[in-house]
């Protein structure tokens, strides 16, 4: 399984950017597609998460401000209102059902300027 990841960028505080995941190998395995985050300094959080037959998971944080979804292998993070704080190596994340395991692929940075 890998994980590809895309969309990070340079914007403004108030913008908007889309991160996209494609997974590749086992894809009719996946359980779970969630993003994370790490600032410089601080512990990798959990941003957002698609489970299955759960549903959608955020952060307290960009709770209406980020929309994470999934096609099929491709899971979208679509950020707006972005924040300085949102500043961050955001890393894609996925589990499959059996056997389990997590699969993480390599962050890419968004930097918001204030």
């Known amino acids: 399984v890998q994980l590809q990841a895309s969309g990070g960028g340079l914007v403004q505080a108030g913008g908007s950017l889309t991160l996209s995941c494609t997974v590749s190998?086992?894809?009719?395995?996946?359980?779970?597609m969630a993003w994370y985050r790490q600032a410089p300094g601080e512990e990798r959080e959990l941003v957002a998460g698609?489970?299955?037959?759960?549903g959608t998971s955020y952060a307290d944080s960009v709770k209406g401000r980020f929309t994470i979804s999934r096609d099929d292998n491709i899971a979208y993070l679509q950020m707006h209102n972005l924040r300085p704080e949102d500043t961050a190596l955001y890393y894609c994340?996925?589990?499959?059902?059996?056997?389990?395991?997590?699969?993480w692929g390599r962050g890419t940075q968004v930097t918001v300027s204030s």
């Open positions: 190998g086992s894809t009719s395995n996946i359980a779970v």
């Open positions: 698609v489970f299955e037959g759960i």
């Open positions: 994340v996925t589990e499959t059902r059996s056997p389990q395991r997590y699969y």
